[in-house]
């Protein structure tokens, strides 16, 4: 079984989200993060990430910057999320080739269900796990869920992600990983948790697999 990262891995969202993050900071009146601090945090469930931008924020503050946040990308998404090239193929002959597919992804359960939609990708998925239905990557709780449901052991699957929060999960659920090097995070950072590799665009995911 292969499970997908979202953003930065399948979908080239990482420029709206930083947006969307900045745009709800200043809305609160706080001081926008960086496009580089804002990347950083991409991967890590809502609450986790923007409690890591913000620690010292009080809690209704917080939640209303997770409501502002989430209206902001809402009203931001004009035209249809872009994939990454080769992204649809990838997935396509992966399944051809007998795999199982699935995501585990730090987006909301309501904002994966959308952009899924709209881009007329849910069968493409035997099952997917949202940051806001479990716990938060790095923790493993998401893959466990994932193989629990599926009924696969650790070695059986793959985590694909361009984080070092996919990664550290990987790890942590005793899974093996690839990194993905046109994401959020460096590929020394990817490295730091022994992924099988770090490839440059997903049609490379076809041969790693395969050689496994």
């Known amino acids: 079984m292969i499970i997908f990262d979202w ?10 989200i930083v947006v969307a993050v900045q745009q709800a900071a200043t809305g609160m009146g ?31 503050e917080l939640v209303a910057m997770i409501k502002a946040y989430s209206a902001t990308y809402v009203a931001n998404e004009e035209a249809p999320p872009q994939l990454f090239p080769g992204a649809l193929d990838t997935l396509q002959a ?11 992804t730090g987006k909301s359960r309501r904002g994966l269900d959308r952009v899924l939609a709209r881009l007329g990708m ?9 940051a806001d239905e479990t716990r938060s990557k790095p923790h493993p709780q998401m893959l466990q869920e994932i193989m629990a449901v599926q009924q696969v052991a650790p070695h059986e ?23 993905v090097s046109f994401g959020v995070h460096s590929v020394s950072r ?13 049609p490379e995911l076809i041969a790693v697999i395969g050689a496994r």
């Open 190 to 202: 990817l490295q730091k948790y022994g992924p099988l590799a770090v490839v440059d665009s997903l």
């Open 122 to 130: 849910e069968e493409f998925f035997e099952i997917t796990r949202c």
């Open 157 to 179: 699957v793959i985590m694909v992600g361009d984080t070092e929060y996919d990664l550290e999960m990987a790890a942590n659920a005793g899974v093996a990983s690839v990194g």
């Open 30 to 60: 706080l001081k926008a993060p960086s496009d580089a601090a804002a990347a950083n945090i991409i991967g890590l469930g809502l609450r986790e990430a923007l409690a890591r931008l913000y620690p010292d924020i009080p809690e209704e």
């Open 7 to 16: 953003d930065g891995t399948l979908c080239d969202s990482v420029a709206q």
């Open 94 to 104: 992966l399944r051809d080739s007998g795999y199982a597919l699935g995501v585990a």
